[in-house]
C-alpha cells in the first residue's frame, strides 16, 4: 500500500495562492498515475490534475486550466499543487490521489485510483 500525506492546505482571500503538497511513501513503482482530486460540499469528487510516471501531465480540469499547475519534484516522491488566482468555487477538500494502472486510465476517474490521502481543505473568502 502506497501512503499519502497531504499538506498546505488553508483559508486566503479571492485571488490569493495556495500550494498543495503530496509526500508519498511505501510501496510504490515506477509507472504509476498520480494527483489532486476536489470534493466541496454537495457536490461529486473531482479530478483537478494528474501526472503519469516521470512527470507527464495528462489530466487538467477545465475549471483550473491557468490558474493552477500540477508539478514533481527532482525526487518524484513529492507531487505540488500550484493554485494562483484562487475562486471561491475552489474551496474544496483537495485530496492526493494515486494508482499504478496504464497511461491511459490516467485520466480524471476517480475509481481508477487505490490510494488516497487523508485530503486537506482549501477556504476561500470573497
Known amino acids: 500500500q502506497v501512503h499519502l500525506m497531504e499538506s498546505g492546505g488553508g483559508s486566503v482571500q479571492a485571488g490569493g495562492s495556495l500550494r498543495l503538497s503530496c509526500a508519498a511513501s511505501?510501496?510504490?513503482?515506477?509507472?504509476?498515475?498520480m494527483g489532486w482530486f476536489r470534493q466541496a460540499p454537495g457536490k461529486e469528487r473531482e479530478a483537478v490534475g494528474l501526472i503519469y510516471s516521470g512527470g507527464d501531465v495528462t489530466y487538467v480540469a477545465d475549471s483550473v486550466k491557468g490558474r493552477f499547475t500540477i508539478s514533481q519534484d527532482n525526487s518524484k516522491s513529492t507531487v505540488y499543487l500550484q493554485m494562483n488566482s484562487l475562486k471561491p468555487e475552489d474551496a474544496a477538500m483537495y485530496y492526493c490521489a494515486a494508482h499504478f494502472r496504464s497511461r491511459i486510465t490516467c485520466s480524471g476517474a476517480a475509481a481508477y485510483f487505490d490510494s488516497w490521502g487523508q485530503g486537506t481543505q482549501v477556504t476561500v473568502h470573497s
Open positions: 511505501g510501496n510504490t513503482y515506477s509507472s504509476y498515475c
